[in-house]
């Protein structure tokens, strides 16, 4: 059995940088706390609270003198400015393509466009995109969602860096025809995009797909979806332990893609197992 590792699964530069900045400050004894999970991804949340670091949802949690780190999906200015005020420390691990769609909504809003965010409600990057407008941007899944909705003169689309770019077509294209002004920054990641095309086109060309990412992650779960759209033999998991021996049977080719979030010893268990159960049944 052949098994095919998609190029660049796994750890996105936003991602890395987050984790790295959180070793260097763990090492200094200058982190106390996330706010809210650092990434998507248990297995590194538990590490890192296995080395004291906590995770809180509220700035009240959080003692003066102590360090707070901003997750990858970002927060309210309202947060960063209530921790200044407790005299808590803010170490802004923001990923800087969420940051760039925090400041390009917030640009528009300011310049009196009606904000429409391409992402997930209840997602934290998205809700934090919306919160630097002043929570009065909306966010939208797709073209569904604008049929309820009164749109102004001018619309402005932003969108969650973890989107798909053929979804964010045809939110525009629903859009084109109900408003005189519209504009689209399109604030989606490139390496977001380049690994959903790639595991697209692996999952085309073997057997069973296997994407290998937290459950909460929303990239992951794109990936996810993406490759059943061509492959129905696709598992989401997020541990090696999950694999089934049921998934592979008769499987000539197996690739394997993961989310930004996944980190390389997760992608490298999974090789193993996947190699094990080839060498314990060779007919496969």
């Not at 982190?31 to 297995?43: V, W």
């Not at 995770?55 to 970002?74: F, N, S, W």
């Not at 939110?171 to 604030?187: D, E, G, I």
Request: proline share 4%; hydrophobic share 40%.
């Amino acid at each position: 059995m052949e098994i095919v590792v998609v190029k660049d699964a796994g750890f996105c530069f936003g991602v890395r940088r987050a984790l790295d900045m959180a070793e260097r400050a763990i090492e200094e004894a200058q982190l106390s706390a996330t706010f809210g999970p650092l990434i998507h991804n248990p297995q590194v949340v538990e590490e890192l609270q296995q080395q004291g670091v906590r995770v809180v949802e509220q700035v009240a949690d959080m003692q003066p003198g102590e360090t707070l780190m901003i997750r990858t999906h970002g927060c309210s200015p309202d947060i960063e400015r209530d921790a200044q005020e407790r005299g808590v420390v803010i170490l802004d691990a923001t990923c800087p393509f969420v940051a760039r769609a925090q400041r390009e909504a917030q640009r528009l809003c300011n310049e009196s466009w009606q904000v429409i965010i391409f992402g997930e409600p209840q997602h934290p990057e998205a809700r934090s995109i919306r919160e630097h407008t002043g929570d009065s941007a909306i966010i939208v899944e797709g073209p569904e969602d604008l049929e309820e909705l009164k749109l102004e003169d001018k619309v402005a689309v932003v969108c969650q860096t973890t989107q798909r770019i053929d979804s964010l077509n045809a939110l525009v294209n629903a859009l084109l025809p109900r408003v005189r002004l519209l504009t689209v920054s399109n604030t989606i990641c490139g390496a977001t995009t380049e690994r959903q095309e790639a595991s697209l086109v692996t999952a085309g060309e073997v057997d069973v797909m296997i994407v290998i990412g937290g459950y909460h992650s929303a990239n992951t779960a794109r990936l996810a979806e993406i490759c059943s759209e061509v492959n129905p033999r696709t598992h989401h998991i997020e541990r090696a332990e999950e694999l089934q021996r049921e998934w592979i049977a008769g499987a000539k080719r197996v690739g394997i893609t993961a989310g930004a979030s996944t980190p390389d010893s997760a992608i490298e268990a999974v090789h193993a197992a996947l190699k094990q159960i080839a060498e314990e049944e060779p007919d496969t």
